[in-house]
């Protein structure tokens, strides 16, 4: 239950020193920038790999059910 307290009372103090802090803001903001401009430079690339994606599952689905049938499984 202390440790509790305690945790809870730290992290409060933690948060606001943060939220008083310029230098905080100044990180976060950079940060965000930099998150940002990744995020727009990887975007092309995520799409492209979502297709190719997309393109595996269903050959692998066409495969795996060709291959079924030349087996009869599941057999009954």
Do not use: C, G, Q
């Not at 976060?28 to 401009?37: D, F, G």
């Amino acid at each position: 239950m202390i440790s509790r307290l305690i945790h809870y009372w730290s992290t409060k103090f933690i948060t606001e020193k943060l939220l008083e802090s310029p230098a905080f803001h100044r990180f976060a903001t950079r940060t965000h920038l930099h998150i940002s401009k990744i995020t727009e430079k990887a975007s092309p690339y995520i799409d492209e790999s979502a297709k190719r994606t997309e393109i595996f599952v269903k050959t692998f689905k066409e495969n795996l059910k060709r291959e079924a049938e030349k087996t009869n499984w599941p057999k009954v």
